[in-house]
T-cell receptor
Framework: ETGVTQTPRHLVMGMTNKKSLKCEQHLGHNAMYWYKQSAKKPLELMFVYNFKEQTENNSVPSRFSPECPNSSHLFLHLHTLQPEDSALYLC?????????????FGEGSWLTVV | ELKVEQNPLFLSMQEGKNYTIYCNYSTTSDRLYWYRQDPGKSLESLFVLLSNGAVKQEGRLMASLDTKARLSTLHITAAVHDLSATYFCAVDMDSNYQLIWGAGTKLIIKP
């Protein structure tokens, strides 16, 4: 069982829909992340939360709206998306220490925008 | 511009052969990570390299880090089909929890 769980695993939505991706981590980590992985592109960091506070927003369009109600849960709210937003969305968590900042990924949510 | 470049991006090889994947980066850092991704799956941590000269080995995979050359290598010894996957390196910027990722090396090992 993975320490980071994401739901749903697959989502198909129209451009006018509103949906949310959910992530929960069971590792006791303080930092949580949303990444986007598209075909033929490097992994893109979207948002970082540390102790529930957003510390990074990498110029992500406002049609993606993150929410972090506590250190264990992270949401990505989606509205009026474009077909080019179709991708694998990966949630992750980490706990930076003297041994580095290994990031643990969830299984991902495959999003298709039609 | 901060860059992490992997070479090659695609590699097809026969079982039993040795090969090396290279990861060059453009900024000062002494922390580098290697991950593996199987098709349709998420990323799994393989190695964490935390200092110049660090070497880690797990089975047929060995990773090393040369911070002066800004280079990490992932060496595959006597490849087996199960090692077929995409391998990513990432450099720790040590700020705001950001890792800078390479584009990935897709490795196919033929029986």
């Amino acid at each position: 069982e993975t320490g980071v769980t994401q739901t749903p695993r697959h989502l198909v939505m129209g451009m006018t829909n509103k949906k949310s991706l959910k992530c929960e981590q069971h590792l006791g980590h303080n930092a949580m992340y949303w990444y986007k992985q598209s075909a033929k592109k490097p992994l893109e960091l979207m948002f970082v939360y540390n102790f529930k506070e957003q510390t990074e927003n990498n110029s992500v369009p406002s049609r993606f709206s993150p929410e972090c109600p506590n250190s264990s849960h992270l949401f990505l709210h989606l509205h009026t998306l474009q077909p080019e937003d179709s991708a694998l969305y990966l949630c992750a968590s980490s706990q930076p220490t003297g041994d580095g900042n290994t990031i643990y990924f969830g299984e991902g949510s495959w999003l298709t925008v039609v | 511009e901060l860059k992490v470049e992997q070479n090659p991006l695609f590699l097809s090889m026969q079982e039993g052969k040795n090969y090396t994947i290279y990861c060059n980066y453009s900024t000062t850092s002494d922390r580098l990570y290697w991950y593996r991704q199987d098709p349709g799956k998420s990323l799994e941590s393989l190695f964490v390299l935390l200092s110049n000269g660090a070497v880690k080995q797990e089975g047929r995979l060995m990773a090393s880090l040369d911070t002066k050359a800004r280079l990490s290598t992932l060496h595959i010894t006597a490849a087996v089909h199960d090692l077929s996957a995409t391998y990513f390196c990432a450099v720790d910027m040590d700020s705001n929890y950001q890792l800078i990722w390479g584009a990935g090396t897709k490795l196919i090992i033929k029986p």
